[in-house]
T-cell receptor, first 112, second 111 residues
Framework: QKEVEQDPGPLSVPEGAIVSLNCTYSNSAFQYFMWYRQYSRKGPELLMYTYSSGNKEDGRFTAQVDKSSKYISLFIRDSQPSDSATYLCAMRDASNTGKLIFGQGTTLQVKP | ETGVTQSPTHLIKTRGQQVTLRCSSQSGHNTVSWYQQALGQGPQFIFQYYREEENGRGNFPPRFSGLQFPNYSSELNVNALELDDSALYLC??????????FGNGTRLTVT
């Protein structure tokens, strides 16, 4: 079993829809949680960075962390065709800044 | 602010050869990490360097090695290339306890 599970999709939604992306994990030592967006032929771009449980909002993006359920989510409101990309969840424990454990990534397509 | 830059962008090598990939960290960042991303998969941690010392390693064999220089630039070296080493290699940098910022990677093809 992988430490971080993420449905690879693909997920296809119409423009303007609310998108929900999710990851589950097994390691209770994880304390830092991130969402990255990756366009084709590009490196991952940091979208959201959260510590421990709770919600964080940035524009159209909301990240939620539920440590008791070992479950994290990313919501995208008013989705745009430019949001079409692969979304990667990532997480780490407190011991090593550079060692992230990634999910497989979910491919999202937003249709005009 | 200059981001993380990697060179070369693409590389084709033959099985058994050696390769060196280069990374220039984002200004002010003291930690550099390297990742391997196979097609359709999430990145996998190779190792991390801090103050020119390796201080964390993933499940990769010793033929994967690295260097970090005083100016926080970095190299990833892979010896005795295998076909399965074909992947996107990503460099990321950060300050201590801050999120990683990635470059656009080097796509390595081993034939």
């Amino acid at each position: 079993q992988k430490e971080v599970e993420q449905d690879p999709g693909p997920l296809s939604v119409p423009e303007g829809a609310i998108v929900s992306l999710n990851c589950t994990y097994s390691n209770s030592a994880f304390q830092y949680f991130m969402w990255y967006r990756q366009y084709s032929r590009k490196g991952p771009e940091l979208l959201m960075y959260t510590y421990s449980s709770g919600n964080k909002e940035d524009g159209r993006f909301t990240a939620q962390v539920d440590k008791s359920s070992k479950y994290i989510s990313l919501f995208i409101r008013d989705s745009q065709p430019s949001d079409s990309a692969t979304y990667l969840c990532a997480m780490r424990d407190a011991s090593n800044t550079g060692k992230l454990i990634f999910g497989q990534g979910t491919t999202l397509q937003v249709k005009p | 602010e200059t981001g993380v830059t990697q060179s070369p962008t693409h590389l084709i090598k033959t099985r058994g050869q050696q390769v060196t990939l280069r990374c220039s960290s984002q200004s002010g960042h003291n930690t550099v990490s390297w990742y391997q991303q196979a097609l359709g998969q999430g990145p996998q941690f190779i190792f991390q360097y801090y103050r020119e010392e390796e201080n964390g390693r993933g499940n990769f064999p010793p033929r994967f090695s690295g260097l970090q220089f005083p100016n926080y630039s970095s190299e990833l070296n892979v010896n005795a290339l295998e076909l399965d080493d074909s992947a996107l290699y990503l460099c990321a940098s950060s300050r201590t306890d801050s999120p990683l910022h990635f470059g656009n990677g080097t796509r390595l093809t081993v034939t």
